[in-house]
């Protein structure tokens, strides 16, 4: 049982759209990610977030991307014009503490047409 | 920069034989190394951790060594079944993100255990 709930599990969107998603933590945890996986490619960081700010982001983290604790409990991912190139699976994770396992959740697939 | 390799070809073992996955790492030396089981179209699933001054850790048909000379670490799925098959990821901390380290993957090694 995944200790985190990503919805939707499947967004298809169209190019140039928002959208955002949702991460629900089962307990109180205060790191979080975000990764990605392209299609047949590796699991690649996106962005970490502590004590409600953005405590590193990658490079594909552009502008584009934003992050938010909305009600303190749900972790969402937002992308504010989609691109073909963001289509992939999104992971939420998350860690209860300082060199511990991460925990991921199983994804929302988003497709962009 | 950091570099993790683990066997791009699928490995294909019989039931009941024990599955051996290698994950070799350069340029850095990681605190911790963690694997993972990925089924297709789910999330990655934490099996694993081993922290760099233990040499092997155990759970049940699990085995992980973690050689810190050789930048190796050795997964090992004793009396393999046909549910093992699925892809392994190894992953590794980024030295430079402090203690919530975000982790580098590699790209995985596909296990098919045959009955």
Redesign the interface.
Known sequence: E?EVT?TPSHQVTQMGQEVILRCVPISNHL?F?W?RQILG?????LV?F?NNEI??K?EIFDDQFSVERPDGSNFTLKIRSTKLEDSA?Y?CAI?QG??????????T?LSIL | SQKIEQNSEALNIQEGKTATLTCNYTNYSP??L?W?RQDP??????LL?I?ENEKEKRKERLKVTFDTTLKQSLFHITASQPADSATY?C?L??PF????????????TRLAVHP
Not at chain 1, 41 to 45: C, M, P, S, T, Y
Not at chain 2, 41 to 46: A, H, L, N, W
Not at chain 2, 97 to 108: C, E, M, R
């Open positions: 995944p990503q790191y990610y990764y490619q590796k699991v690649e960081f970490s502590y405590s590193e990658s699976m992971f860690t300082s060199n511990q396992p991460q925990h991921f959740g199983d994804g697939r | 605190a911790y963690q993972y179209g789910r999330g990655p699933v934490f951790l922290r990821l992953a901390p980024s993100s402090g203690g919530y380290n975000k982790l580098i993957f590699g790209a995985g």
